[in-house]
């Protein structure tokens, strides 16, 4: 299944375009507010040699207009002039509340005096002639300020709205799914529902036949109406909410392996190893065999008819943990998460959905983990269930 193997590089593709458009929206904007800072300053050099040429020059006709021209219509810019000992002279744009008492006014001020040196050095104005020093502190207008910050917030907004869309869109996607799965479950047992009951109708009338009845043919028979009955309720329970009881894991997974045993050649051995004392765990039989039946299965593909199939039951941090470890071809690093994704198969003839379906039962019908704990290449597997 492609599809499976490319998900992951398309994702890392929009993630890397997504970066791109972010970082180029970055850099397009600090260009913008590095033009308009520099005309900023520019436009406060020209005040400084405003108030310069006021002091100096005679001519007071060419003042009116530079006051008019320059002065006054710097609507943008918070300038504070002062003198040598940072006393504010006069400001412009900088908000002064009317209501202030001269105090508050001052330490207003004064706390803007040191915001506009943080920004900028001040422009020193000194006036020929007279001993007088003034200084000019400025800080950048709320528009660049405002411009400066705005893309951050933008990427902030869009990146919150794409992970909002993205989780609706995974968890419409997952109920889908959901559907799919119970809806295909319930059709299966309904299916195989009335030709099991027939079977199982047909094997009674055949017990009585005088004919058969000791031939030994009826108790293979019974046993495959068993399988099937077995099957049709895995589906059935998968398809609907299903009850749980107390069950011995010991006793369910020795019995798994006793079935399989008899279906594998001899060239495999199975072991199982019990370190749990008693627990009382609520499971699904039904549900659970299943699961232990398709990880084994696995475990016997993977070692191709020969090895050794250990599962050790314990409890690790008060959790009841069934390890099962082959010695097969084993699973590469960067598969340990992908083999329980549907359609992910190495088969020929596989379908890839035994894990899918194992970490479905172990984790949303018991609220257990399943995860490969380890693995070597040509060495084997070991897979673990936390309960
Ligand atoms: N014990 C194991 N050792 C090695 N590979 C395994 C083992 N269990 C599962 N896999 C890998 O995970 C894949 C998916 O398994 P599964 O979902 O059961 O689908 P299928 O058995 O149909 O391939 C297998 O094709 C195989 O490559
Ligand atoms: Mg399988």
């Not at 590089?9 to 590095?34: E, F, H, M, N, Q």
């Not at 004064?110 to 000194?126: L, R």
């Not at 059935?236 to 299903?242: D, M």
Request: hydrophobic letters at 40%; glycine letters at 6%.
């Amino acid at each position: 299944m492609q599809i499976y193997s490319n998900k992951g590089r398309v994702k890392l593709l929009l993630l890397l375009v997504a970066l791109l458009i972010g970082l180029s929206t970055l850099y397009y904007t600090d260009i913008l507010v590095k033009n308009l800072s520099e005309r900023e300053k520019k436009q406060i050099d020209l005040y400084a040699k405003g108030l310069r040429f006021a002091i100096s020059s005679e001519n007071s006709g060419n003042m009116n207009f530079l006051f008019e021209s320059i002065i006054e219509n710097n609507n943008s810019i918070p300038v504070i002039l002062a003198d040598e000992n940072s006393k504010p002279v006069s400001t412009k744009n900088v908000f002064v509340d009317s209501t202030w008492t001269e105090k508050q006014k001052d330490r207003y001020l004064q706390k803007q005096i040191e915001e506009m040196k943080s920004q900028y050095a001040p422009i020193v104005v000194d006036y020929p002639g007279i001993n007088l020093k003034n200084y000019i502190y400025y800080k950048n207008s709320k528009l660049l300020t405002q411009l400066k910050y705005y893309p951050y917030i933008q990427l902030v907004a869009i990146s919150v709205f794409i992970l909002i869309s993205y989780l609706a869109f995974s968890y419409s996607r997952r109920s889908e799914q959901d559907k799919v799965w119970v809806g295909m479950s319930k059709e299966t047992a309904h299916q195989l529902g009335t030709p099991l009951s027939g079977l199982m109708a047909w094997a009674e009338i055949l017990k009585e036949d005088e004919r058969i009845k000791n031939d030994g043919i009826i108790v293979e028979i019974e046993k495959d109406i068993n399988r099937l009955a077995t099957i049709t309720e895995r589906f059935s329970n998968i398809g609907s909410l299903p009850s749980y009881k107390t069950e011995d894991i010991y006793e369910l997974v020795s019995n798994i392996i006793d079935y399989l045993k008899h279906r594998v050649g001899r060239n495999i051995e199975f072991q199982v190893v019990n370190h749990l004392g008693k627990v009382e765990l609520q499971i699904n039989r039904a549900l659970f065999e299943w699961v232990i039946e398709n990880i084994t299965k696995n475990a016997i593909d993977a070692m191709g008819g020969k090895g050794k199939l250990t599962i050790t039951l314990s409890i690790v941090n008060k959790h009841t943990v069934i390890d099962i470890t082959d010695s097969g071809k084993g699973i590469p690093q960067n598969q340990f998460k992908k083999v329980f994704q549907p359609g992910f198969t190495t088969k020929q003839r596989g379908w890839g959905l035994g894990l899918t379906l194992v970490k479905r039962i172990v984790e949303e019908y018991h609220q257990g983990k399943i995860f490969v704990k380890s693995s070597e290449i040509g060495r084997g597997t070991t897979f673990r269930i936390v309960l």
